[in-house]
């Protein structure tokens, strides 16, 4: 790795870490359950279909809430010739 390419991995990291830091500043860390109050997603709030599945309690397994990755179909190519 010569000069440049450090100097730039250096800039690129004080960047992220002054992003993070402005995070902090407007983002509070609720470290205690009690400080979540009404933050709290009930299950009837959360749609049982195939993209997400909870258990209703039927399952003896350990899992009670799955969330699948959902695909996004690819955009549609555009010509760039309006002719």
């Known amino acids: 790795m010569n000069y440049e390419e450090n100097d730039l991995n250096s800039k690129i990291s004080q960047f992220f870490r002054y992003l993070l830091s402005i995070k902090n500043l407007v983002t509070t860390i609720e470290r205690d359950i009690r ?33 699948y990755k ?14």
């Open 70 to 83: 959902q695909e996004i179909p690819s955009p549609l190519l555009v010509n760039a010739d309006p002719k």
């Open 35 to 67: 400080e979540y109050k009404n933050k709290v997603w009930w299950l009837s709030d959360i749609p049982n279909d195939g993209k997400c599945y909870w258990s209703e309690g039927k399952d003896d397994g350990e899992v009670w809430l799955k969330v």
